[in-house]
């Protein structure tokens, strides 16, 4: 049970809220630029972002385990402090982090199938998910 709690920390949601809401804002400026209001499109491309988002919360815990054991963590900073106390879950964290990667590229190819987006919508979605990966981790 108190591995279960530890992973769960790993997931830290109170990042995902800020994220949401720049989505939807990049949503609501669109819509008032003129684009067609589709439900659908809009779940879809935030389930692309979301994703990759969400892998974000795995790679950086992993990446900073170690000076994060040096820190206390608070709800913005320090990381979520499982890994300090659980280092067997560092690899499982790495691993969830490469694979909600994977699902953002999989539900973008999807997205781009569906709604005959660009040619370069899924080198878009590639480049934000490897930023965001490897600015989590070390130089």
């Known amino acids: 049970m108190e591995k279960l709690r530890a ?19 990049g949503a609501l400026l669109s819509f008032a630029y003129g684009a067609q209001i589709d439900t659908w499109r809009f779940v879809g491309g935030y389930l692309i972002f979301f994703l990759g988002h969400f892998s974000l919360t795995f790679s950086n815990d992993y990446f900073d385990r170690r000076a994060d054991s040096f820190n206390t963590p608070t709800p913005l900073s320090g990381g979520s402090g499982a890994l300090s106390s659980h280092p067997e879950l560092a690899r499982p964290a790495l691993h969830l ?15 781009q199938i569906h709604y005959s987006m660009p040619w370069y919508f899924i080198p878009l979605v590639l480049a934000g998910n490897i930023l965001g990966f490897f600015y989590t981790a070390p130089p």
């Open 7 to 25: 992973f769960l920390r790993l997931t830290r949601p109170q990042f995902l809220v800020p994220g949401l809401a720049l989505y939807v804002l």
């Open 97 to 111: 982090s490469l694979l909600l990667i994977a699902a953002s590229l999989l539900a973008a190819s999807l997205f």
